[in-house]
């Protein structure tokens, strides 16, 4: 069962080597709880937030501990530095205001990890250029009408955004289906994981 | 799955211990308590959970007593193989102090008169309710409860029994509440306790058996039960047939279905007790904001915490606070939000997500 969620997500297998036993984490949209399980199993302290009732349901029967609401509407009664890492894996690109979320991350987290898909992939360049329609992938695969995706950004926004805003990047990792990968990161991935501090 | 074994047929006790203590400095003695209990206790007595009722609930939560036509009010949940399995816990349930089905209320003979203390019976609390079941799982010799699990007033049993006795409380459950009423919320409860008080029989709380204040008590519940359900439910039940235009009689299917409620409720409940059980809820306060995390900051459970969607009386944001305070402390915290369309009764009702929410929350948690 692991084995599989290994096998399809790498950056599982990355955030699940960074983080310590005994670290707190927060991991806003935690979906199914998948993640969160995995780093349970390693005694690190993890809590979730997830908008979605199915997914909270079944984070509750998995026994962990999530929060059912949606992270536009606040995470203000977190305390500063409460976590050591607050985890948004393939949750910013579907809120309403990433900039103020990302902030208010910072504010709470002694560490950041952000995994987003990259829109500069080339596929999706070639594929916009070829078709001139709104690119359909196996990371983003929905159509314009019916995707929970708000806001589409590649490598080179999210650094321009943290040099913009002061933010410093301590590590990256770079992802091409189920491998890491080290070479022009902005044009061959497609998932890319940033750990930002302030 | 939802699971309709019933427990089978239960018996109510009722035990006499030694005298209570109320936070107001007054003593009820004897201490008499109402209570169920569903399963077996086992040999470490570790395995126990306190079921603790809404306002106008009791003992009875589980089974059939002889005769019963209907179920105690939680038999969804409580039984073998249900979310809360008689097979693997000693479920026990109590009637509350004040109120006045079995345990020490109003309507108990004083023995300092040998008469029914009627409105001469101390103020109690949300606190003195839990410490009047804490003398009940003394006498069982449980040390630690493996859960206390409540909705609506019973949630706030439940928040009070970890704040109070934090390592008598391994789970916490607390649905449908809040940790302090707010002015709506009391000002419903400030209607009820008015139509009761107007009620020509009451005279002061002074009223003899058998000459009750029946119509205060029954429009104190109609107020009660409009708050319980919802908009959606109320349309879907009775809309808006028939209206008849007589003005000396109720005109549409909602009123009747309310007398209804409002006239069958004062055959099982007390009017003082009402008044009792109504004014402890407004006291109770964990505070809001800062000083609710302050007042939670000894907890050492695990806390699930549900609200309901359709829920105006005790909406999800109350619940949300206190999911909150608790998130500030590090307490590990569940909350969930169930999408349902039958207002506050919700967690009354059968429902597969909540089993599975109830049981997943408690299947986490090692019996010692």
């Keep these: ?198 | 799955m939802l699971n309709t074994d019933s427990i089978g047929i239960v018996e109510t006790k009722t035990i006499e211990l030694p005298g209570l203590s109320l936070e107001n400095g007054e003593v009820v003695n004897p201490m008499e308590i109402a209570y169920e209990t569903y399963g077996q206790l086992n040999e470490s007595k570790s395995n126990a959970i306190l079921v603790c009722h809404a306002l106008s609930g009791d003992a009875h939560a589980a089974g059939f007593h002889p005769g019963d036509k209907r179920p105690g009010w939680w038999d969804y949940y409580i039984g073998p193989g249900k979310a809360l399995d008689t097979n693997r816990y000693f479920v026990i349930s109590t009637n509350v102090v004040g109120g006045c089905m079995g345990s020490s209320g109003p309507l108990s003979i004083n023995p300092k008169t040998n008469e029914a203390y009627k409105s001469t019976f101390p103020f109690v609390s949300i606190v003195d309710m839990i410490r009047a079941q804490n003398l009940l799982i003394e006498h069982f010799g449980i040390k630690q409860l493996f859960a206390v699990c409540g909705g609506s007033m019973g949630g706030m049993q439940a928040l009070q029994w970890a704040v109070t006795y934090p390592d008598k409380v391994k789970n916490c459950i607390v649905m449908a509440s809040t940790s302090e009423h707010s002015a709506q919320q009391i000002a419903f409860n400030e209607v009820g306790r008015q139509a009761i008080m107007a009620d020509p029989n009451w005279n002061n709380g002074e009223y003899s058996i058998h000459n009750k204040p029946n119509k205060g008590l029954s429009i104190a519940r109609m107020v009660g039960h409009v708050t319980y359900l919802s908009d959606q439910v109320m349309r879907e039940k009775f809309g808006r047939k028939p209206p008849r235009g007589n003005i000396k009689n109720t005109d549409f299917a909602v009123g009747s279905y309310l007398i209804y409620q409002g006239e069958s409720f004062v055959d099982r409940f007390d009017a003082n007790s009402y008044i009792y059980v109504t004014k402890a809820l407004d006291h109770f306060s964990l505070g809001t904001g800062k000083e609710l995390s302050q007042s939670l900051s000894k907890v050492k459970s695990r806390f699930l915490i549900l609200a309901y969607s359709s829920d105006w009386l005790y909406p999800p944001y109350q619940s949300r606070e206190i999911v909150n305070a608790l998130e500030v402390n590090a307490v590990p915290v569940a909350y969930c939000e169930l999408e349902t369309e039958e207002g506050h009764d919700s967690f009354l009702l059968p429902s597969n997500d909540q089993t599975k929410v109830l049981q997943g929350f408690l299947n986490h948690s090692e019996i010692n």
């Excluded at chain 1, 910013?92 to 979320?101: D, F, S, V």
């Excluded at chain 1, 987290?109 to 594929?127: C, D, L, Q, S």
């Excluded at chain 1, 805003?165 to 070479?183: L, M, V, W």
Aim: proline share 5%; hydrophobic share 35%.
């Design chain 1, 1 to 198: 069962m692991l084995g599989n969620i290994y096998k399809n997500r790498p950056d599982f297998r990355f955030i699940e080597n960074l983080i310590e036993p005994g670290e707190r984490i927060l991991d806003l949209g935690c979906g199914n709880g998948e993640l969160m399980e995995i780093l349970r199993k390693k005694g690190v302290r993890c809590q979730g937030i997830e908008r979605d009732e199915n997914c909270v349901i079944s984070c509750v029967e998995k026994g962990l501990y999530v929060h059912h609401g949606d992270i536009d509407r606040g995470l203000t009664h977190h305390l500063d530095k409460s976590f050591d890492y607050v985890i948004l894996n393939q949750t910013i690109q579907q809120t309403l205001n990433p900039g103020k979320i990302i902030r208010e991350t910072l504010r709470i987290g002694k560490k950041v990890i952000i995994a987003f898909p990259n829109f500069g992939h080339w596929k999706i360049r070639y594929t916009i250029l070829r078709d001139g329609q709104t690119p359909v992938t196996p990371l983003m695969p929905y159509h314009w009408y019916d995707t929970p995706n708000l806001h589409f950004l590649s490598n080179l926004d999210f650094k321009s955004f943290c040099e913009y805003e002061n933010i410093r990047i301590t590590g990256t990792a770079f992802f091409r289906k189920d491998k890491q990968i080290k070479i022009i990161p902005n044009l061959i991935c497609d998932l890319s994981l940033y750990i930002i501090q302030d």
